[in-house]
């Protein structure tokens, strides 16, 4: 098992930028791909980035490509998120999910394990 912990969320303007953080506790983290999702009021959850066991592959949802940036340091077993250029619709809580396995995958059903989650808030 692993025990996933998000930081690095808070309220920030259009435009600013955020990188959110997911400590990894328990098992061996370079066994385990790593996802970011995020969940908005009323909408369902939604894959942000996915990323592979050793952090050469990645995956990311067509409305955050070019501004955010999914990596990992499997030394200190954590996952980031770097958020640019954020917009009012990034706003949502931002979870970190892992599972065994090889590749990416980028739906939520396809993770076993998650993180509390962290607010994101953009102001317009």
């Known amino acids: 098992q692993v025990q996933l912990v998000e930081s690095g969320g808070g309220l920030v303007q259009a435009g600013g930028s955020l990188r959110l953080s997911c400590a990894a506790s328990?098992?061996?983290?370079?066994?385990?791909?790593m996802g970011w999702f995020r969940q908005a009021p009323g909408n369902q959850r939604e894959i942000v980035a996915a990323i592979t066991l050793s952090g050469t592959g990645t995956d990311y949802a067509d409305s955050v490509k070019g501004r955010f940036t999914i990596s990992r340091d499997n030394a200190k077993n954590t996952v980031y998120l770097q958020m640019n250029s954020l917009k009012p619709e990034d706003t949502a809580v931002y979870y970190c999910?892992?599972?065994?396995?090889?590749?990416?995958?980028?739906?939520?059903?396809?993770?076993?394990?998650w993180g509390q989650g962290t607010q994101v808030t953009v102001s317009s």
């Open positions: 999910a892992a599972r065994l396995g090889i590749g990416v995958y980028m739906l939520p059903g396809s993770y076993n394990y």
């Open positions: 328990g098992r061996t983290f370079s066994d385990f791909i």
